[in-house]
């Protein structure tokens, strides 16, 4: 399994995005997928489950991982990226692959999974990472097709696509904690009734990387610089490289990927040539 996977700049934002197969609900624009609120994402028409956006740019994009931390896909959902160069030339293909295996969105509500749920914790997420890094990149698709979606259409509050960074050792099993955040609020009725304001439910991923070369640590500053506290960045903790096979983006890998903002942390010196430090991750 390789190692963690960190997208401290999001491309996806200075391209001009169309939707080339399929067609959108009104009120729901294609523009929803390029911010970082998940109250606001693109909608698929009605009875429309499959679709295909298109992301286009001016000048050469580096990307090797598309990324999709928040839609309403369900476990039968498949996903294809397609990189492209200047003259239309395909760099790479993805293949369908599986685009949330094992997805609980189904179970994590009673009632039919959309984007209005979003902010409640339901939704799935989907990625296809590539072992290289291409460096002539003009446009991408991402297809998306989900047949069998109780809502009858498809749901994406974000395009996440990029390059990674990637350390060469990865992140400490001790120390690696994700937490289900719930901000409801608990209180007492002059009855003594406990009532509940809900609130919103997001994740909160804290890891270590307890053996940093001086390179990793020259990169994993650069990419912390990069992004501050103020930006979002997505974290993989268990990617899966992209292959031939059909069976991708697994439970484990999702519950372990985070897309949010850090919280500041410092860099230890271990010994000549290594130190280590940590990742502390608020969902958005």
């Known amino acids: ?6 997208i401290s700049t999001n491309v996806a934002d200075t391209a001009a995005i169309t939707q080339t197969e399929g ?20 909608r698929t028409a009605v ?48 293949g369908a692959i599986t685009a949330c295996a094992s997805s609980p969105i189904a179970q994590l509500t009673t009632s039919t999974p959309t984007g209005n749920l979003f902010q409640l914790g339901v939704l799935s997420k989907a990625a296809v990472w590539f072992t290289a890094q ?32 990637q350390p060469t050792y990865n992140a400490s099993r001790t120390g690696l904690d994700v937490t289900v955040a719930d901000s409801s609020v608990n209180s007492r009725t002059d009855a003594g009734d406990l009532v509940s304001d809900r609130g919103f439910v997001y994740d909160e991923l804290s890891l270590n990387l307890g053996l940093l070369s ?21 974290v993989s903790v268990f990617p899966t490289d992209y292959n031939a096979s059909t069976t991708r983006n697994g439970l484990t890998e999702q519950q372990y990927t985070v897309y949010g903002k850090r919280a ?10 290594f130190g280590s430090s940590s990742m502390n991750i608020t969902g958005w």
């Open 1 to 6: 399994m390789p190692n963690m996977r960190v």
């Open 23 to 42: 067609t959108t609900f009104s009120g729901f624009p294609l523009t929803n997928m390029q911010t970082d609120y998940k109250s606001t994402f693109h």
């Open 47 to 94: 009875t429309v489950t499959t679709t295909t956006y298109t992301l286009t740019w001016t000048a050469d994009q580096s990307i090797n991982a598309v990324v999709l931390p928040c839609t309403n896909l369900t476990a039968g959902a498949t996903i294809q990226v397609v990189l492209k160069n200047s003259v239309g030339g395909t760099v790479i293909d993805s």
């Open 134 to 165: 291409y460096s002539n990149v003009r446009s991408l698709t991402i297809r998306l097709v989900d047949t069998a979606n109780p809502a009858t259409y498809i749901d994406c509050a974000r395009i996440v696509c990029g390059q990674y960074w």
């Open 214 to 234: 001086d390179t990793d640590r020259d990169n994993f500053l650069r990419v912390i610089r990069t992004a501050g506290t103020n930006r979002n960045v997505l």
């Open 264 to 273: 500041n942390a410092a860099f230890n010196y271990t010994i000549q040539g």
